[in-house]
T-cell receptor, first 119, second 114 residues
Framework: GAVVSQHPSWVICKSGTSVKIECRSL??????MFWYRQFPKQSLMLMAT?????????EQGVEKDKFLINHASLTLSTLTVTSAHPEDSSFYIC???????????????FGPGTRLTVT | AQKITQTQPGMFVQEKEAVTLDCTYD???????LFWYKQPSSGEMIFLIY??????QNATEGRYSLNFQKARKSANLVISASQLGDSAMYFC???????????FGAGTTVTVRA
């Protein structure tokens, strides 16, 4: 149980185009999902918190108009990188909290990540 | 805000030996959780172990144990009987009780030698 999927697993796009990444909780409902960004050999940096039915909360320094987040249902959150540039190339990971809670109060389930390359 | 410090960028360990990964944290929250995750080269984040700030017993999960020293704000991970498959990046993280947002340390790369 507690599986989170991401699609696509990797994507290459041209500079100036937009790309959408999906994060789905497959066997549980998630009111809250988190989006992280990770550069090679670096740590995960939280970009934003996605809440079902409301606007996402962005971390300081993250451009909300560039990284559009939509949490349309209890099982799906999407991250759209608009007008992508080579510096947006990164590994994007989502995580989700089970609406029912988990074994641990703070438990999050991570997706497998999406590797974005902007050429 | 929370800050996690992992001072060991990389470590080598011999197969079947134990290794300790250091983690110190700085938080003003009274209630928080501490986590360790493993990230192999494939990229997925694998949850290893959890310690609650009010838990008096150190957490253990199989070959993983967490040496929690609250006064020192330290949460070191001990991996016993290392296996070749343990080679990966290891992240320490913390989350406060009010918003569950995880803050990660810089990570430690562990390489297990045969």
């Amino acid at each position: 149980g507690a599986v989170v999927s991401q699609h696509p697993s990797w994507v290459i796009c041209k500079s100036g185009t937009s790309v959408k990444i999906e994060c789905r909780s497959l066997d549980f409902q998630a009111t809250t999902m988190f989006w992280y960004r990770q550069f090679p050999k670096q740590s995960l940096m939280l970009m934003a918190t996605s809440n079902e039915g409301s606007k996402a909360t962005y971390e300081q320094g993250v451009e909300k108009d560039k990284f559009l987040i939509n949490h349309a249902s209890l099982t799906l959150s999407t991250l759209t990188v608009t007008s992508a540039h080579p510096e947006d190339s990164s590994f994007y990971i989502c995580s989700a909290r089970d609406i029912e809670g988990g074994e641990y109060i703070y438990e999050q389930y991570f997706g497998p990540g999406t590797r974005l390359t902007v050429t | 805000a929370q800050k996690i410090t992992q001072t060991q960028p990389g470590m080598f360990v011999q197969e079947k030996e134990a290794v300790t990964l250091d983690c110190t944290y700085d938080t003003s929250d009274q209630s928080y959780g501490l986590f360790w995750y493993k990230q192999p080269s494939s990229g997925e984040m694998i949850f290893l172990i959890y310690q609650g700030s009010y838990d008096e017993q150190n957490a253990t999960e199989g070959r993983y144990s967490l040496n929690f020293q609250k006064a020192r704000k330290s949460a070191n991970l001990v991996i016993s009987a290392s296996q070749l498959g343990d080679s990966a990046m290891y992240f320490c993280a913390t989350a406060p009780s009010n918003d569950y947002k995880l803050s990660f340390g810089a990570g430690t790369t562990v390489t297990v030698r045969a």
